[in-house]
């Protein structure tokens, strides 16, 4: 997991392709080619798994696609906790 303010490493496209590339034509393990580039094995092998995936290598999405606080207006929270409150009356009122 990512520590907060943690600056994450660039890799051109042509890099990361190179690599991989290196990998399927059996020129080392993910683990010996972190080692000599200097880079995770978790790093490779998510390329990896990217390219068997037929995703474009570097076009590959961060997160779990859920929205940030920030991007939710209030009216939408507003919204929800409405529908929530009424959840926990609800609730409540069969009891």
Known sequence: MASKG???????VEFRQMVVQRYLNNDGTP???G???????????????AYRN????????RGKGRKKDSEIDYKERYEILKKYQAFIEARREKK
């Open 6 to 12: 943690q600056k994450f490493n660039k890799y051109t």
């Open 54 to 61: 037929n995703i474009p290598i570097g076009q590959q999405e």
């Open 35 to 49: 080692r000599e580039y200097g880079i995770s094995h978790k790093t490779i092998e998510t390329w990896i798994r």
């Open 31 to 33: 683990t010996t080619l």
